[in-house]
């Protein structure tokens, strides 16, 4: 069994930063292809950023260059660095976890097995 925890949103005007975090407790989560998604009111959830067991990652085209994805094993953490926010940034970011064999890509996250409870992030113009 695998829990997420996210932490670190809030409200911030455009062109600030944010740092989202997500802890992990359970399995082997350094296997695991590890990601970020979003959802926007009355919108669809989509996929931001991904992050393999190897390190690798890949973006949505409309964070790629804002964000960055990045874990750190020791403290079976993953973050989401996120800079010049834009109001359309606003959304729930959910951590989210799925076990080898998966495909790791940021269109694929919303078929991801594990998440977590949401955290907000706000940006006002």
């Known amino acids: 069994l695998v829990q997420l925890v996210e932490s670190g949103g809030g409200s911030v005007q455009a062109g600030g930063s944010l740092r989202l975090s997500c802890e992990v407790f359970?399995?082997?989560?350094?296997?695991?292809?590890m990601g970020w998604s979003r959802q926007a009111p009355g919108k669809e959830r989509e996929g931001v950023a991904v992050i393999d067991s190897d390190g690798t990652t890949t973006y949505a085209d409309s964070v790629k260059g804002r964000f960055t994805i990045s874990k750190d094993n020791a403290k079976n953490t993953l973050y989401l660095e996120m800079n010049s926010l834009k109001p359309e940034d606003t959304a729930l970011y959910y951590c989210?976890?799925?076990?080898?064999?998966?495909?790791?890509?940021?269109?694929?996250?919303?078929?991801?097995?594990?998440w977590g409870q949401g955290t907000q992030v706000t940006v006002s113009s």
């Open positions: 359970g399995s082997p989560y350094r296997t695991y292809c």
């Open positions: 989210a976890a799925d076990p080898p064999p998966t495909t790791c890509s940021s269109d694929s996250v919303s078929y991801f097995t594990y």
